[in-house]
């Protein structure tokens, strides 16, 4: 599962033309013409936590290491200290089983779920705000200018989204770099991807960025909250209890970032404004993607 460095400068970046991710489907356009539509695949992966069935997710079936660790460590399940020991994919059964050196009991824990707003229809096991009032998130410095690179690098970056819709993106970054842009038909699991790698590879979250493509709910803010990383950023908009979480937990939470033009409803505290917005291009009112995101 190691990371190679992409020509873009990427860790991971998306792959538009891989093979398993979409399939042509025929169809009839509005002017009775007949297509051939790239569209987004959906498979099931069951994930097991040693000799426990934990959940069965609906993904695109990139990457399915990381999202099952990525899973497995946002909800919990997977405890400060315990030691993954391997991780095995079976393609044939779409199953992964993540082992690691403790016991699973989670029968409890499993009983008790709550359906996020994520399009996939994503479920968050225990309780939501488990851990929340532990979180402190450092006090880090967030440019402007930066936050106007990123935006405009991982719009412009060949990807699903762009190619086929019906898709979100989330991106780790760090300072003005996109790292490690991952995708899925929910967003939740590609934070979870995002999670899953970080775990795998070790990496710190404390100087990082979290950008979606997606809505700032509750579960976003929850998620990157835990995970670490001090800043949440988006093209979407917010929810109002996504908003007061982050503020609960001294998240910066930026919204509605297109062009010049962002809005920040939590930690603007960090934000450093360097950024000449005259400079700034601000983007066309309709964007030449291919498909629709819903």
Known sequence: MAATLDV???LIAPDPNAVRLTRAVEGIDHEGQRIDLSVVEERPLTIFLN???IVTAMTIGDYPEYLALGFLRNQGMLRAGETVLRVDYDEELETVVVRTDGQTTYEEKLKKKTRTSGCAVGTVFGDMMEGLDKVQLPQVQV???DLYALAAKINRTPSLYLEAGAIHGTVLCQGDRPLVYMEDVGRHNAVDKIAGWMLSEDVQAGDKVLYTTGRLT???????ALMGIPVLASRSGFTAWGVEIAR???LT???RMKGKRFVCLSGEDRL???ADVSLIQDEPK?????????
């Open 8 to 10: 873009s400068g990427y």
């Open 51 to 53: 000799g426990q069935e």
């Open 143 to 145: 440019k402007t200018s």
């Open 218 to 224: 509750s579960e976003m803010v929850i998620k990157t």
């Open 248 to 250: 609960q937990v001294g």
């Open 253 to 255: 939470l930026i919204g």
């Open 272 to 274: 450093v404004w360097d």
């Open 286 to 294: 309709k964007a030449g993607r291919k498909g629709s995101q819903t």
